[in-house]
């Protein structure tokens, strides 16, 4: 019943949010802010999206997604009384994204005037029933009834550019997305990103591959969605007091097989080190978290404090490249520390410019730390303190980048570009370059 009342609630708003903003978008038509800003948002059958949420608790497999729906995505708050941490999980990105949309500036009800058509379609919610559902076995239909809803319904819109100006997000990593259409048996993942009537769009992901030119990853969502810039600054001016006691932080799973890993090392270092430290020593060179069997996913309150107390945070990757870790420690101020540019580097161009990469974060080779005996507490240690200082207010500095404000933020917040204002602009030049 409560998840009922939550999605006709949401029903409600989107609908009674979105009529407003048409009228004032045609009133200020002639704001020259908006030259070649304007975005359409493609009106798509409830089916494609707000319905897809009934099945928040459907997969076993999963998650139960129906307690984060709250707050348009964001999840549930972490404490009563807070104002800017909730318990959010990434897969709902496409929601909290399609709320936030709403209030870009620069909306038009005619997509003849739009540079850009954001297709409101929650993608990755979807292909749960081909992930783990009964569409199992037809991964490669996945994006079958939106091409024909887009072919059939209004189809100038579509093939005006055949597809070149229109983007959704989908929040998963793209690998999710690329079964290839002719495999058999079937591998993981759906074939939505190999059909070639969508090779054109441009997709959103958590993690994009390195070829198809219509991939762009974004940071993942964080649990810090701040809704005034007085918030932001209380958080920044604790990030900034904290006293670090710790050289370096895992937060994570894994590690734990025979075979040769670079998270395997990670935790034999920390082990050993903390297993020969001196018992009058008040710091610690390496504190671990142990995120295993994803206990950390909707806690932010695990990591985060060990996070704020930790100079350098390492971020292995694992089942695959990236880790939303990544984007939790630059929230707490703590130095990224990577073993391989595919995390992050080659992946979030938009959000975290490869030509600052050394101003923030450090980069150590995971070959050298598997097989060359390098230790990594060596070499963070080698780094002079005034450095130290310089990367961490280098990262805070990247902080409001990486993170996703609350819907309905004040007028301040809104002046500092967050990840999907960056995101929107990102997906303008790039579709300009394209059409």
Same mark, same amino acid.
């Given at each position: 019943?409560?998840?009922? =009342?939550?999605?006709?609630?949401?029903?409600?708003?989107?609908?009674? !949010?979105?009529?407003?903003?048409?009228?004032? $978008?045609?009133?200020?038509?002639? +704001?020259?802010? *908006?030259?070649? %800003?304007?975005?359409?948002?493609?009106? #798509?059958?409830?089916?494609?999206?707000? +319905?897809?949420?009934?099945?928040?608790?459907?997969?076993?497999?999963?998650?139960?997604l129906c307690p984060y729906l709250?707050?348009?995505?964001?999840?549930?708050?972490?404490?009563?009384?807070? %104002?800017?941490?909730?318990?959010?999980?990434?897969?709902? #990105?496409?929601?909290?994204?399609?709320?936030?949309?709403?209030?870009?500036?620069?909306?038009?009800?005619?997509?003849?005037?739009?540079?850009?058509?954001?297709?409101?379609?929650?993608?990755?919610?979807? @292909?749960?029933?081909?992930?783990?559902?009964? +569409?199992?076995?037809?991964?490669?239909?996945?994006? =079958?009834?939106?091409?024909?809803?887009?072919?059939?319904? $209004?189809?100038?819109?579509? @093939?005006?550019?055949? /597809?070149?100006?229109?983007?959704?997000?989908?929040?998963?990593?793209?690998?999710?997305?690329?079964?290839?259409?002719?495999?058999?048996?079937?591998?993981?993942?759906?074939?939505?990103?190999?059909?070639?009537?969508?090779?054109?769009?441009?997709?959103?992901?958590?993690?994009? %591959?390195?070829?198809?030119? $219509?991939?762009?990853?974004?940071?993942?969502?964080?649990? !810090?969605?701040?809704?005034?810039?007085?918030?932001?600054?209380?958080?920044?001016?604790?990030?900034?007091? @904290?006293?670090?006691t710790s050289l370096m932080l895992?937060? /994570?799973?894994?590690?734990?097989?025979?075979?040769?890993?670079?998270?395997? @090392?990670?935790?034999?270092? *920390?082990?050993?080190?903390?297993?020969?430290?001196?018992?009058?020593?008040? +710091?610690?060179?390496?504190? !671990?978290?142990? *995120?295993?069997?994803?206990?950390?996913?909707?806690?932010?309150i695990r990591f985060m404090r060990?996070?704020?107390?930790?100079?350098? *945070?390492?971020?292995?990757?694992?089942?695959?490249?990236?880790?939303?870790?990544? &984007?939790?420690?630059?929230?707490?101020?703590?130095?990224?520390?990577? &073993?391989?540019?595919?995390?992050?580097?080659?992946?979030?161009?938009?959000?975290?410019?490869?030509?600052?990469?050394?101003?923030?974060?450090?980069?150590?080779?995971?070959?050298?730390?598997? !097989?060359?005996?390098? %230790?990594?507490?060596?070499?963070?240690?080698?780094?002079?303190?005034?450095?130290?200082?310089?990367?961490?207010?280098?990262?805070?500095?990247?902080?409001?980048?990486?993170?996703?404000?609350?819907?309905?933020?004040?007028?301040?917040?809104?002046?500092?570009?967050?990840?999907?204002?960056?995101?929107?602009?990102?997906?303008?030049?790039?579709?300009?370059?394209?059409?």
């Open positions: 019943m409560a998840f009922k =009342s939550t999605v006709t609630t949401l029903t409600i708003f989107f609908f009674f !949010f979105v009529e407003p903003r048409v009228v004032s $978008q045609q009133i200020s038509a002639v +704001d020259s802010e *908006c030259t070649n %800003r304007w975005i359409h948002i493609r009106t #798509l059958p409830s089916r494609f999206n707000l +319905d897809l949420l009934s099945t928040c608790n459907r997969y076993p497999i999963t998650d139960d709250a707050n348009h995505g964001l999840g549930p708050k972490t404490h009563t009384r807070t %104002r800017s941490w909730y318990r959010t999980d990434p897969l709902l #990105l496409e929601l909290i994204f399609h709320r936030r949309i709403l209030e870009y500036p620069c909306l038009t009800p005619d997509p003849d005037l739009a540079s850009a058509v954001y297709l409101p379609y929650y993608a990755g919610i979807d @292909s749960l029933r081909y992930l783990y559902g009964p +569409d199992l076995n037809s991964s490669a239909d996945h994006g =079958s009834d939106l091409l024909e809803f887009l072919t059939r319904d $209004q189809p100038e819109i579509w @093939s005006r550019r055949s /597809g070149h100006d229109h983007f959704l997000v989908m929040a998963r990593p793209a690998w999710d997305f690329s079964q290839p259409l002719t495999v058999d048996p079937p591998i993981w993942g759906t074939s939505f990103l190999e059909r070639r009537e969508f090779f054109n769009l441009t997709a959103l992901t958590l993690e994009s %591959r390195f070829w198809p030119w $219509q991939e762009q990853a974004v940071p993942y969502p964080t649990s !810090f969605h701040p809704h005034s810039l007085p918030f932001l600054e209380s958080w920044i001016r604790r990030v900034r007091r @904290s006293r670090r895992f937060a /994570g799973g894994g590690g734990t097989s025979s075979s040769p890993n670079i998270r395997r @090392s990670i935790r034999l270092e *920390c082990t050993n080190t903390n297993a020969t430290e001196s018992e009058s020593k008040s +710091d610690k060179i390496c504190d !671990f978290v142990d *995120c295993s069997n994803g206990i950390c996913e909707h806690d932010p060990p996070m704020l107390q930790s100079s350098f *945070c390492l971020q292995p990757p694992g089942d695959t490249p990236t880790r939303k870790a990544t &984007f939790d420690g630059i929230i707490a101020g703590c130095i990224p520390v990577f &073993f391989e540019d595919q995390t992050a580097k080659m992946q979030y161009k938009w959000h975290l410019p490869e030509s600052e990469f050394a101003e923030f974060s450090v980069t150590i080779p995971k070959e050298d730390v598997v !097989f060359r005996g390098v %230790r990594i507490q060596d070499v963070l240690m080698s780094i002079p303190k005034e450095e130290v200082a310089r990367m961490r207010e280098k990262v805070i500095e990247m902080m409001p980048r990486v993170m996703y404000r609350r819907h309905g933020a004040s007028m301040g917040l809104m002046n500092k570009k967050d990840a999907v204002d960056i995101a929107i602009d990102g997906v303008l030049e790039k579709i300009k370059s394209r059409v």
